[in-house]
């Protein structure tokens, strides 16, 4: 059973970084994609990135955070990271990572969340002055 747990939310002030990570347990990496959605109070749950191991369509990336968010992976520790630089107040929102055995890859549309599964319970990203 996948397993997974996002960190490393918290405050920060407009302009400025954070990364936040989803660790995974169950499974090894390189066998699905991993993908992250953030939800606003009062707003729908919006998918951001994807990322897996396949040579093709290894990531993709949302419009809205397009050129500012970076997505990686640690394989040696089932970890998957979001940079997140330039941070504005609009992505205030619940971080939450998902993964599905059933996803190899991030090719096409990738970032619905019906597509999963397995989610983590979320971290607070809050961008504030």
């Known amino acids: 059973q996948l397993q997974l747990v996002e960190s490393g939310g918290g405050l920060v002030q407009p302009g400025g970084s954070l990364r936040i990570s989803c660790a995974v347990s169950g499974r090894n990496l390189d066998l699905y994609a991993i993908a992250w959605f953030r939800q606003a109070p009062g707003k729908e749950r919006e998918g951001i990135s994807c990322?897996?191991?396949?040579?093709?369509?290894?990531?993709n990336y949302a419009d809205s955070v397009k050129g500012r968010f970076t997505i990686s992976r640690d394989n040696s520790n089932n970890t998957v990271l979001l940079q997140m630089n330039s941070l504005k107040p609009e992505d205030t929102a619940v971080y939450f990572c998902?993964?599905?055995?059933?996803?190899?890859?991030?090719?096409?549309?990738?970032?619905?969340?019906?597509?999963?599964?397995?989610w983590g319970q979320g971290t607070q990203v809050t961008v504030s002055s």
């Open positions: 998902a993964a599905d055995p059933d996803i190899p890859n991030c090719v096409g549309n990738r970032l619905r969340s019906v597509m999963y599964d397995y």
């Open positions: 990322i897996s191991t396949s040579s093709r369509g290894s990531t």
